[in-house]
Nanobody, 117 residues
């Protein structure tokens, strides 16, 4: 099994920055893609960004140019650097790992990000 633990969330003013971390442990052999999702109250969970083991990335249009996803394969950790934060970025942010062997997705517990106007 795979365990994911997020950290780094908090309360910031609009225009500020936060860096989220997701530490992965367990059987990571079949994990290629690591994702950040977010969900605000009353909304669907949406994909924010993902990164492959080789370093390929993708971003939602709403965060492109402001957020950067990265990973340290030796540390089994994925990061989300969030700059120029807006109130609409307020959400619970979840780390997720795609397990291509088990054909399943593992989820972290989430970390709250709140951006004040």
């Amino acid at each position: 099994q795979v365990q994911l633990v997020e950290s780094g969330g908090g309360l910031v003013q609009a225009g500020g920055s936060l860096r989220l971390s997701c530490a992965a442990s367990g059987n990571l052999f079949s994990i290629n893609v690591m994702n950040w999702y977010r969900q605000a109250p009353g909304t669907q969970r949406e994909l924010v960004a993902y990164v492959t083991r080789a370093g390929g990335t993708h971003y939602a249009d709403s965060v492109k140019g402001r957020f950067t996803i990265s990973r340290d394969n030796d540390k089994n950790t994925v990061y989300l650097q969030m700059n120029s934060l807006k109130p609409e970025d307020t959400a619970v942010y979840y780390c997720a790992a795609d397990d291509d062997g088990a054909l399943s997705v593992y989820w972290g517990q989430g970390t709250q990000v709140t951006v004040s106007s």
